[in-house]
């Protein structure tokens, strides 16, 4: 299985980006998907989620500004981000599989992909 995150980039604080995370060796839509990050010198944290059966879930953080979305054709997860603050600057990593109220405790996720890094300048 290999998730392969893709779309961070430097951003103006106010601006947007949309990560992607494709998939190969496991269907997206069987599985619980998601989005976590991970800020220089803090834990790993969520941040979104879709479930394979399409229910969406957010972080408080980023609750009204960010919109997960599966495309099941093109097996492909994204995270589209708006109005971004500087205290969204992490790299972000897709994941799959276990249980999404596993993954708001931070832990049981199956599969990590690489993170991609996401800079947002004041």
């Known amino acids: 299985v290999q998730l392969q995150a893709s779309g961070g980039g430097l951003v103006q604080s106010g601006g947007s980006l949309r990560l992607s995370c494709a998939a190969s060796g496991l269907t997206f839509s069987n599985y619980n998907t998601g989005w976590f990050r991970q800020a220089l010198g803090k834990e790993r944290e969520f941040v979104a989620a879709i479930s394979w059966s399409g229910i969406t879930y957010y972080a408080d953080s980023v609750k009204g500004r960010f919109t997960i979305s599966r495309h099941n054709a093109g097996n492909t997860v994204y995270l589209e981000m708006n109005s971004l603050k500087p205290e969204d600057t992490a790299v972000y990593y897709c994941?799959?599989?276990?249980?999404?109220?596993?993954?708001?405790?931070?832990?049981?996720?199956?599969?990590w992909g690489r993170g991609t890094l996401v800079t947002v300048s004041s």
């Open positions: 994941a799959a599989g276990g249980s999404i109220s596993s993954w708001r405790r931070g832990v049981g996720v199956d599969y």
